[in-house]
């Protein structure tokens, strides 16, 4: 016999299911602007806490989350539901709903450098961060997601380093730029194991 091959996705808001999303934020900042140089450096800390954050997480990531984590079941596999008879998956609920908890630390670097010389004047812009940790916890704590870390920090989307640099030469009416940007390196092969 064969089964079903396609499901009903319910999507919609979530009037009476939601709490109120709260954040908490820190920073930290420090500018540096020597008298001998024209140059200006800033480096400011981060640090925020995002509780109840409302998200969906898509069919695909629900149904991956359920099966394709170690623990089983976990938080994702009540998300949906198979009929008990050819066990194809009737729905997936892909509604509005309170993630756990989402926490982000890091540095933000930005310098500046201009100065007129006897050819032009040059500026140079860099911006740069680094995010030190990104955790997302999805549902309850005390229900696993199966997976043995909650911080993606380094994962493909969410690289440790990123920046971008502008060089400038201006020369009477003429202007000539460079720009560049950066994004480290990401790797998912630490999920990738704890599925097989």
């Known amino acids: 016999a064969g089964v079903g091959s396609s499901a009903t996705i319910i999507q919609g808001g979530g009037a009476g299911v939601l709490e109120a999303e709260t954040s908490e934020a820190q920073t930290l900042g420090l500018i540096w602007t020597p008298d001998f140089l024209d140059l200006s450096v800033a480096i400011d800390y981060f640090d925020i806490v995002i509780e109840n954050q409302v998200t969906t997480l898509g069919a695909g990531t629900i149904l991956g989350g359920c099966y394709g984590a170690p ?13 008990p008879t050819t066990h194809s998956i009737i729905d997936v609920t892909d509604t509005f709903l309170n993630a756990n908890q989402q926490a982000t630390h890091g540095i933000d670097i930005t310098v500046r450098y201009e100065h007129e010389f006897d050819f032009g004047n040059l500026s140079i812009d ?48 003429f202007t000539y730029s460079w720009f560049v940007d950066y994004i480290g390196p990401t790797d998912n092969s630490a999920f990738a194991a704890e599925t097989f």
Request: a negative charge; glycine letters at 12%; proline letters at 5%.
């Open 71 to 83: 623990s089983y079941p976990n938080g994702f596999c009540g998300l949906f539901h198979r009929d």
């Open 126 to 173: 860099l911006d740069a961060t680094h995010t030190m940790e990104d955790v997302n916890l999805l549902f309850d704590p005390n229900v696993s997601s199966g997976f043995a870390t909650n911080d993606f920090n380094g994962t493909i989307g969410d690289p440790e380093w990123v920046g971008n640099a502008q060089f400038s030469l201006r020369q009477g009416d």
